[in-house]
């Protein structure tokens, strides 16, 4: 039974057009993250959600949105997407604050651009 | 800025040796530790997670924390091929910060 499930895990497609992520969990967890991992491996944050609510919005293009119809999902809107947005995108979730805020990984989608 | 600064590698250990992976971060008040374990092409996976001064052991991993020198390490005991992966130093700040993460080291166990 996965604890974070996200999809699809490949997405090949044309710059401009417009594509989500989905991601869901069944951990129980209350904060929700996306991370990109570029070309050189590096993994950083995009995102997080807490109790439907964003917590952190980095320095990333407004193309990208993330919505959270729940606790359990959190997903990835990207808008008129650009060859520089080819990466792998994980979602994480976890609990919030305190000790015990362990993250846990989906396997992630790779996102490629042409 | 909060950074995290690990050495990229490649680390080559003997198998049946201990690999020793450090990391430094920059921001005193960094509260939660992790080290995250990523084979090519996949997700990252937890294997340690330490929270105040001192060694944590789990099996054949250590994670050792020293907040005053802002340094976390972790030693892997006999060493197995199946080791040889991405480990990922990550820090979080507190709340739903998320997690910093370092660029990760690249450890080959050669048999």
């Known amino acids: 039974d996965t604890a974070v499930s996200q999809t699809p895990k490949y997405l090949v497609t044309q710059m401009g057009n417009d594509k989500s992520i989905k991601c869901e969990q069944n951990l129980g967890h209350d904060t929700m993250y996306w991370y990109k991992q570029d070309s050189k491996k590096f993994l950083k944050i995009m995102f997080s959600?807490?109790?439907?609510?964003?917590?952190i919005n980095e320095t990333v293009p407004n193309r990208f949105s993330p919505k959270s119809p729940d606790k359990a999902h959190l997903n990835l809107h990207i808008n008129s997407l650009e060859l520089g947005d080819s990466a792998v995108y994980f979602c994480?979730?976890?609990?919030?604050?305190?000790?015990?805020?362990?993250?846990?990984f989906g396997q992630g989608t790779r996102l490629t651009v042409v | 800025q909060k950074e995290v600064e690990q050495n990229s590698g490649p680390l080559s250990v003997p198998e049946g040796a201990i690999a020793s992976l450090n990391c430094t971060y920059s921001d005193r008040g960094s509260q939660s530790f992790f080290w995250y374990r990523q084979y090519s092409g996949k997700s990252p996976e937890l294997i340690m997670s330490i929270y105040s001064n001192g060694d944590k052991e789990d099996g054949r991993f250590t994670a050792q924390l020293n907040k005053a020198s802002q340094y976390v390490s972790l030693l892997i005991r006999d060493s197995q091929p199946s080791d040889s992966a991405t480990y990922l130093c990550a820090v979080m700040w507190g709340g739903a910060d998320g997690l910093t993460f370092g660029k990760g080291t690249h450890l080959i166990i050669q048999p």
């Open positions: 994480a979730s976890s609990r919030w604050g305190g000790m015990n805020t362990e993250a846990f």
């Open positions: 959600y807490n109790n439907k609510e964003l917590i």
